[in-house]
């Protein structure tokens, strides 16, 4: 069995109050960042690499999340696509004072988290994801 993982954080567990609306969200958000192969669901959760959905049986969550972007172009993309999936916006795409070249767009999913696609300039990466082999 073989999955990716990145380097930091093993998964965010979200707990939603409109499992089919978030279904609905992620699926056009991932897509619009070019990777629509990360989204698996099954009739009680889904989850898209490090992310995992469920519907909340109490709270739901409150989090900011980022997601990494190519460049300003899928920025852009992020955001429309979180629009036209019932996002609301919550900063319009454009240049943010974090740091020179940080190019961000922030919508809030249908539970209201804070869910922003950010490009930091260009870069190069050494691998694209960190690739784990169970026994």
Known sequence: MQFHRGRL???VHFRVADLEASKRFYRAVLAAL?????FQESAD????????????????SRIHLAFQAAD???????HAAALAAGGRDNGAPGERPYHPGYYAAFVLDPD?????????GPARRSADSVVVTAP
């Open 9 to 11: 954080i093993d998964h």
């Open 34 to 38: 070019g990777r629509p192969q990360l």
């Open 45 to 60: 959760h889904f989850n898209a690499d490090e992310l995992w959905f469920d519907r909340a049986d109490g709270p739901v």
């Open 72 to 78: 300003r172009a899928m920025v852009e993309a992020f």
């Open 112 to 120: 209201g988290n804070n869910i922003e696609a950010v490009f930091h």
